[in-house]
C-alpha cells in the first residue's frame, strides 16, 4: 500500500502511535497497553505509515514457539480499511509462523471468507472472557 510499510517488530513505534485501535470495545485496552501486547508477542506485523510514524494496523501471535500460535488480535484502523491492508498484515504474520505445526484463530461468521483466502480451515471453537479485565490493566 502506498505510504505505508509493515514491520515485524515494534522499533521505535511507542504508545503514542498506536491510537484508534479496539473500535467498539466497551473496556478498550490503552494505547500503552496495545504497546505491551505488542512487545510481549511471540511475532507481530505492524503497519506504519510513513509520512507521521503512526500505527495504521496490526496481527500479532502468540506461541509455544515449537508447535502451535495463536493470532489473538488483527486490526486496521477504520479509515484505512477496505484496501487489502488486512490481508496483508496476516500474509506478513503467517510468513513469521511458517515453522510450526498449527496456526489458530477465532473470528466471527462474517470473516470465514477472509481467512479461508488465507489457508485457514472453518474449525470448532470455544471462548471465557472476563469482561472486567478486557482493558488489560493492573
Ligand atoms: C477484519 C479487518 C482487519 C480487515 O481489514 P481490511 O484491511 O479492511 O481487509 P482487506 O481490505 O484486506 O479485505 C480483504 C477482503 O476481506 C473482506 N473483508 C474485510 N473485512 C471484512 C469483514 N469485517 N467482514 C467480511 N468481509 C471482510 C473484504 O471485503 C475484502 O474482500 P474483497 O477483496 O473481495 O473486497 C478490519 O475490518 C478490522 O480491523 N475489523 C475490526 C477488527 C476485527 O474484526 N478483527 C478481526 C478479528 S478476528
Do not use: K
Not at 2 to 24: D, K, M, R, T, W
Not at 34 to 45: D, V, W
Not at 112 to 124: A, P
Request: hydrophobic share 40%.
Amino acid at each position: 500500500m502506498n505510504g505505508i510499510h509493515l514491520q515485524s517488530h515494534l522499533n521505535a513505534v511507542g504508545p503514542e502511535q498506536l491510537q484508534g485501535f479496539f473500535e467498539g470495545w466497551p473496556n478498550p485496552p490503552s494505547p500503552e497497553t496495545l504497546h505491551r501486547i505488542l512487545l510481549g508477542s511471540y511475532r507481530s506485523s505492524v503497519a506504519v505509515r510513513r509520512s507521521t510514524s503512526e500505527v495504521v494496523g496490526f496481527a500479532q501471535a502468540i506461541s509455544d514457539g515449537v508447535l502451535t500460535a495463536f493470532i489473538p488480535l488483527l486490526e486496521v484502523l477504520p479509515e484505512y480499511r477496505g484496501r487489502g491492508l488486512g490481508l496483508h498484515l496476516m500474509r506478513h504474520l503467517l510468513a513469521q509462523l511458517e515453522h510450526l505445526y498449527a496456526v489458530d484463530l477465532s473470528c466471527d461468521d462474517a470473516l470465514y471468507g477472509f481467512y479461508e483466502r488465507l489457508g485457514f480451515q472453518r474449525g470448532g471453537g470455544m471462548i471465557r472472557r472476563n469482561y472486567a479485565r478486557q482493558n488489560g490493566e493492573g
